[in-house]
């Protein structure tokens, strides 16, 4: 039996909001409305789906990490830079406005506006 990831529900206080961050961020296709969800597809076929649990509200927060090659990490990483968003090289948020070789590969982290921590990398953990 063949498991695969299908989709994932993303708290957000704005669901609308965050989906269209996400997808332009990401140069993905625009979000579509999908029940109480604002739906973005990736490239692999995963669905994001973002749920509003409105302004002021309590949840709690993910890590989302992306494979991405090189021409998609230097479009994305140059997306953050010129939106002004804070990045850093490590999870902890301790390497500011760097990113990080890990295994041969770039990657960096930078925080959604309802500071979900994404994550890019070129290259999976532990295959350099």
């Excluded at 579509?32 to 669905?47: K, L, M, P, Y």
């Excluded at 997306?79 to 590969?105: F, K, M, Q, V």
């Amino acid at each position: 039996m063949a498991v695969r990831l299908d989709h994932m529900i993303i708290p957000a206080a704005d669901g609308e909001h965050a989906a269209r961050w996400f997808s332009t961020l990401f140069g993905l296709a625009e979000p579509v409305r999908f029940s109480v969800f604002w739906q973005v597809t990736t490239d692999d076929g995963v669905d994001f789906d973002f749920d509003t649990y409105g302004p002021g509200s309590s949840f709690t927060t993910g890590h989302y990490a992306f494979l991405v090659d090189d021409d998609g990490f230097d479009a994305i990483l140059g997306r953050i830079r010129a939106d002004g968003l804070s990045h850093w090289a490590d999870p902890g948020r301790n390497e500011s406005g760097t990113i990080n070789r890990h295994d041969g590969g770039r990657g960096v982290y930078f925080a959604s506006p309802d500071d979900h921590l994404f994550e890019i990398i070129t290259v999976p953990y532990g295959s350099g």
